[in-house]
DNA sequence: ACCTGACCTCGTCT
DNA sequence: AAGACGAGGTCAG
């Protein structure tokens, strides 16, 4: 039996800038040689080639260190673009972030691309959050739920959210009274889970799995973007069925579950290195 | 139940 | 330089 690798030896294996360069976070910066980046309350400061310190437990929390990656990678490479992708960028992970930053996240990620994602959550940041200075620099952090739940709508929208900033509020409204509770959301499982969030005004499936995945704890969630069909349809047309149309929850659903079938429980992985080398082959920015 | 259009705003392209 | 276009979707009719 071969000796497990040690997480903290074998993490140094991560790539910062592929990983962040990812479209699973938006309020990382890069100056000089350090990416400096907002997770709820948080500032992580982040060197090129970073070593994981054991007392470095938000960082390694944050970038699932503990994760067995080398499991993870071997069982996805039974699939051959995985594969590719992997050895593309064999440095990219999945993060584990601050739910409700994850959560305001995509809720405002709607019909938008990442510029425009970035720009908004940077002014929500501004009006809402609280100023903290790390290595001399000013930086922002993520707003409370209290925060947004009881700003006006008008205030919200003054962050160029248009019509998501009614859903913002609403969302963080149901963080303060309970009805979303993060906490009994990691501990339900994916589909229990999903069926919570998509509840929430502003979340369709497709946000909901970005909230699972990168946040939740639920590796299986495979958010279904016009990316990810463009993908399955262009190298996946004799393993799926997809039709131009947008999908209904149901047909959402049913691809899912088809998908988690082909990749395995680690279909969240997959999805984002397979999202990965077709937005670096489209040369698509970032942040 | 499924299908279609509308939707705020902003970065990017021409 | 101004105008059009489309973007990691969701909701209502």
């Not at 503990?66 to 996805?76: T, V």
């Not at 290595?135 to 739940?149: H, M, R, Y």
Request: glycine residues 4%; contains cysteine; proline residues 2%.
């Amino acid at each position: 039996m071969k000796q497990p690798v040690s997480n903290l030896s074998s993490n140094f294996k991560i790539n910062f800038d592929h990983t962040i360069n990812s479209g699973q976070v938006f309020l990382w910066e890069k100056i000089d040689t350090k990416w400096y980046g907002i997770d709820g309350r948080r500032v992580l400061v982040l060197e090129n080639s970073q070593k994981f310190k054991k007392n470095m437990k938000y960082e390694i929390d944050f970038f699932r260190i503990n994760d067995n990656f080398e499991k993870i990678s071997n069982e996805l490479k039974n699939d051959n673009y995985v594969r590719d992708a992997i050895k593309m960028f064999p440095g990219l992970r999945l993060v584990r972030q601050n739910p409700f930053q994850c959560y305001i996240s995509f809720i405002v990620s709607s019909n938008s691309n990442i510029p425009s994602i970035k720009s908004r959550l940077q002014n929500l940041c501004k009006m809402f959050g609280s100023k903290k200075i790390v290595d001399g620099k000013a930086f922002f952090l993520f707003p409370e739920p209290s925060d947004l739940a009881n700003a006006s709508i008008l205030d919200i929208k003054k962050c160029g959210l248009g019509y998501r900033a009614k859903a913002v509020k609403t969302a963080s409204l149901s963080i303060l009274n309970g009805k979303i509770d993060f906490d009994s959301l990691k501990k339900m499982d994916y589909q229990t889970a999903k069926k919570e969030l998509i509840k929430v005004f502003g979340i369709g499936s497709k946000v909901a799995d970005c909230i699972l995945l990168f946040s939740l704890e639920k590796l299986e969630a495979f958010p279904l973007d016009r990316w990810m069909l463009r993908i399955l349809q262009k190298y996946y047309s004799n393993e799926f069925q997809i039709s131009t149309k947008t999908l209904t929850e149901k047909t959402y659903d049913q691809l899912h579950e088809n998908v988690v079938e082909h990749f395995g429980a680690y279909a969240g992985y997959a999805q984002q290195f397979l999202f990965k080398m077709e937005r670096e082959l489209y040369k698509k920015k970032w942040l």
